[in-house]
């Protein structure tokens, strides 16, 4: 039986603050590129990129798929990214459930295989613990304690025809 922790109306007021902490955080907008882990991650980034634009000015997104660099990926290694699209960018990972950081290490590697960022950070909108990396967000939408027999499930309006945070 699944609980929810935050409704849309929570769902919205966390997106909302971690966008005004990425803007003042980073002093503004110039040369920030929301990079939304899919496939969730893409739908909050978009969210967190309108937010953005009402407050400072509008900020550049794109998806990024990690599977291939998964390091339980069965398939081929992928080739390095013929485009270095993210040099000298302010790349911010966006994630909705930030758990052993496993997903976030793999985002990484995908990151530097297309260019050197000035810097990468992280948004995440649950962060429920239980680390195996030492991985940390920087913008936090709410921390959730649970257990390793727990699972966190995000849905969005785009995918899932809700917006909602469970717990089962």
């Known amino acids: ?36 882990i ?5 739908y909050l980034a978009k969210r967190i990129a309108e937010r953005i634009a009402q407050i400072e000015g509008p900020v550049a ?13 069965e398939g081929d290694k992928p080739e390095p990214a013929p485009e270095k699209d993210l040099t000298n960018k302010k790349v911010i990972l966006v994630d909705d459930v930030l758990y052993t950081g496993r997903s976030i290490r793999a985002a990484l590697d995908a990151c530097i295989d297309r260019g050197r960022p000035a810097e990468i950070s992280l ?3 649950v ?32 995918r899932d025809g809700e917006d909602a945070v469970l717990i089962e």
Do not use: C, F
């Not at 899919?38 to 893409?42: F, I, M, Q, S």
């Not at 794109?62 to 990926?73: A, M, N, S």
């Open 123 to 125: 948004a995440v909108l």
């Open 38 to 42: 899919e496939t969730r991650g893409v």
């Open 1 to 36: 039986m699944a609980k929810v922790i935050m409704n849309d109306k929570e769902m919205l007021r966390a997106l909302t603050r971690l966008s005004y902490e990425i803007v003042e955080r980073n002093k503004g907008v110039e040369n920030i590129l929301l990079l939304g």
């Open 61 to 73: 997104v794109k998806g990024l798929d990690i599977k291939p660099y998964r390091d339980d990926w």
């Open 127 to 158: 962060d429920r613990g239980h680390r195996e990396l030492p991985i940390r967000p920087d913008y936090i939408g709410k921390n959730i304690p649970t257990s390793r027999k727990e699972r966190v499930r995000v849905h969005v309006q785009e």
